[in-house]
């Protein structure tokens, strides 16, 4: 095994998919992390599995949160409805305060099995316009977390590697796919069925469907 370890954020998407690939590309030993936080569907936690699973991790970890609870996203509250037309802003999708938790606790995972570098497939290029995506969210929390931990204060600091930050989707499924991920294994849907199968009408699902066209390959995304 690598001494070279990474804790990776892994969501069953098209782009976490990716980063697991890149990260085992690198020479890491790659322990992943998904989290049951309340999300309208269970599916992306399967398809999170499959991938963790095909790339032969050292370990899958799913922690969970209820962020449901807090609401304030259409991601988490049933109430309020997935839109399926481009809008202006930062939609109604964005989960207060995701990604910071989500790195917080892979940052503290990362301390336990002595790991330093945590990857998340953030992207500031194709993507919804969520403001903890952004690079200066990254540069600032990764400074964060070489202050609250032991293993900052003794010198030993984390790096959070964003690959795709500056890919297009298209670059990123080229990428991917040169590095052997199977698309057919990922979830990136809002409101993705029981089975897996996409909307075909969110914004990620537009997103995806963009990529796939835009990288000249066929889209294996199973839609309802």
């Avoid at 095909?54 to 988490?76: C, D, P, Q, Y």
């Avoid at 809008?87 to 990362?110: D, Q």
């Avoid at 991917?176 to 409101?191: I, R």
């Amino acid at each position: 095994m690598s001494d070279k370890k990474a804790v990776i954020l892994l969501s069953g998407g098209l782009d976490s998919a990716t980063v697991v690939a890149m990260a085992r590309e690198q020479g890491y030993a790659c322990y992943t992390m998904s989290f049951d936080y309340g999300q309208r569907h269970r599916t992306e936690l399967a398809a999170a599995e499959r991938v963790a699973k095909r790339a032969g991790v050292v370990e899958h970890k799913v922690i969970g949160l209820n962020l449901n609870g807090m609401g304030g996203s259409a991601l988490t509250d049933t109430s309020i409805a997935v839109p399926e037309e481009p809008g202006e802003g930062i939609p109604v999708t964005y989960v207060p305060a995701r990604n910071m938790l989500f790195l917080s606790l892979a940052v503290g995972w990362a301390e336990v099995v002595g790991a330093r570098d945590i990857f998340i497939g953030v992207n500031a290029v194709d993507y919804s316009g969520y403001p903890d995506c952004r690079p200066e969210f990254i540069v600032a929390f990764e400074r964060v977390a070489n202050l609250a931990t032991r293993a900052g204060i003794e010198g030993f600091d984390f790096r959070i590697q964003t690959p795709l930050q500056y890919l297009s989707k298209a670059q990123i499924i080229a990428a991917g796919l040169a590095l052997g991920v199977d698309y057919a294994l990922t979830v990136s849907c809002y409101q993705a069925d029981d089975d897996g199968r996409a909307c075909g009408r969110c914004d990620s699902c537009r997103l995806r469907a963009s990529g796939f066209s835009a990288a000249g390959v066929a889209d294996p995304t199973r839609y309802y």
